[in-house]
Structure formats: C-alpha cells, structure tokens
C-alpha cells in the first residue's frame, strides 16, 4: 500500500528501521537501552527542487544523520521526515 503523504521540495518520508532487540551474544536489550536507528527505507518523495532533483526514490535503503527529521505518526506507524540533505549514503 502506498504512503497517502506527499512531501513538498526536497523532503522525503522514511520508515524507520526496527530498533535491535537483541545483541549479537544474544542478550536481549530493554526498551529504555535500545538506540535509535539511523536505518531506514524511503516510502514517499518530494518533486524536489528545480535546480536540484532527489536522488533517492520510494524504496532505497538509506542512512541518516542520528537527530535527522521530524517523527511523525501516521495511521498507527511512525515515520521520519527529512530533507534529502540528512540522507548520508544509500545502502
């Protein structure tokens, strides 16, 4: 199903990455301890700007900046949204 937000300029919508629940010993981590994720895939684009077209599309697996966006909540989800300059790499 897709995302009914549209973002304006050079914004994207992204939903989070789940946070880790567990270390790699196996060592289950409490909801107060878990790190944010600065994981995430792109499920809605802005137009960009006219100078300067987005390079990431809905689906690409991107990296972010760990204060990037504002947190959003939409139908039950949460979301991130950011400008396209937060994005560091696409993975």
């Known amino acids: 199903m ?3 937000i549209k973002p304006i300029g050079d914004r994207v919508v992204v939903e989070a ?3 880790e629940e ?4 196996g060592i289950y981590i409490p909801d107060t301890a878990k790190e944010k994720p600065q994981r995430g895939t792109v499920v809605a684009v802005g137009a ?3 100078d300067e077209p987005l390079t990431v599309k809905v689906g690409d697996q991107v990296l972010y900046g760990k204060y990037a966006g504002t947190e959003i909540t939409y139908e039950g989800k949460e979301y991130l949204i950011m400008k396209e300059s937060d994005i560091y790499a696409i993975v």
């Open 2 to 4: 897709a995302l009914s």
């Open 17 to 19: 990455a789940p946070a």
């Open 22 to 25: 567990k270390t790699a010993s």
């Open 48 to 50: 960009g700007k006219t």
